[in-house]
């Protein structure tokens, strides 16, 4: 059963923008951390950027400045919002709704291709 659905990937031209967003089929999303990760070609998959319940954000150095990341606590939706895109920003992006405590969770997306090329 799938809890969260990511889209919005695709190419983009370096410099350019995206807007990812996660719909979640959870019944804890506003009580819920939410996250955007990353996997590159060869590389483990790293966390981008997490909102708490009440707002809190917290980014990786390299997307600070560049990345927003967002919640729609009544519609369930999360969203990344990424500008001035490199190379580097290359990978899969997944979804992920975790709480940590009871009753816990921890759920993950299928992912969504980002290809910046020119």
């Known amino acids: 059963q799938v809890q969260l659905v990511e889209s919005g990937g695709g190419l983009v031209e370096p410099g350019g923008s995206l807007r990812l967003s996660c719909a979640a089929a959870i019944t804890l999303f506003s009580t819920s951390d939410l996250g955007w990760y990353r996997q590159a070609p060869g590389k483990q998959r790293e966390l981008v950027a997490t909102i708490s319940p009440d707002g809190w954000t917290n980014y990786i150095d390299p997307v600070k400045g560049r990345f927003t990341i967002s919640r729609d606590n009544v519609n369930k939706m999360v969203f990344l919002q990424m500008n001035s895109l490199k190379a580097d920003d290359t990978g899969v992006y997944y979804c992920?709704?975790?709480?940590?405590?009871?009753?816990?969770?921890?759920?993950w997306g299928q992912g969504t291709q980002v290809t910046v090329s020119s």
């Open positions: 992920n709704a975790k709480r940590t405590r009871f009753p816990r969770i921890d759920y």
